[in-house]
């Protein structure tokens, strides 16, 4: 496996795994090691090499029932959900201000990375080209907006001036 591929892939697991964690700690902590691991995530990411999916490329996506469940369950451990973002940043116009939302975005990332996952650790030998593609495609198109929202708003979270009191 390509070295980039598997800093991607032992990245992408260590979100996961740290997302679907039950342990309830302090939401700072949580807020500063989603911060790390997403800024960890999205480097290795940048580093996916371009491929071509197979012509026979499917992939089974993650309930949205399961993903619904999981941005619950992050709403509830972090300080604070809701935040003020710009969808373009470049726009020549004055943009608006959108809601996001950091359960959303976390567990949006949470379901293109395990729906690649589950493809990567397929037996078929192009499941792993065709999981590469995913993950980079959705970066593009998807998941990376998610994350540059997160990372700023998990930013202000933990250092900003309106930072999660439960701050060690």
């Not at 089974?60 to 959900?81: M, P, W």
């Not at 395990?114 to 078929?124: E, H, I, M, R, V």
């Amino acid at each position: 496996m390509d070295d980039a591929i598997q800093v991607f892939v032992t990245q992408a697991r260590a979100f996961c795994l740290l997302v679907e964690s039950e342990k309830i700690e302090n939401s700072w902590v949580f807020a500063h090691t989603c911060l790390s691991q997403l800024l960890r995530l999205y480097d290795a990411a940048l580093y996916l090499p371009e491929v071509e999916a197979s012509v026979s490329a499917t992939f089974a996506r993650v309930d949205n029932g399961a993903t619904e469940q999981l941005r619950k369950q992050l709403g509830q451990r972090l300080a604070r959900d809701y935040y003020w973002e710009v969808f373009e940043p470049l726009e020549m116009d004055k943009p608006e201000a959108l809601v996001g939302s950091l359960s959303d975005d976390l567990a949006d990332i949470w379901g293109e990375l395990k729906s690649g996952l589950a493809a990567a650790d397929g037996t078929d030998p192009s499941s792993l080209n065709d999981a590469v593609w995913c993950w980079r495609f959705s970066f593009e198109t998807h998941w990376g907006h998610h994350a540059a929202g997160a990372i700023n708003a998990l930013h202000a979270l933990c250092f900003g001036g309106f930072a999660d009191v439960d701050r060690p």
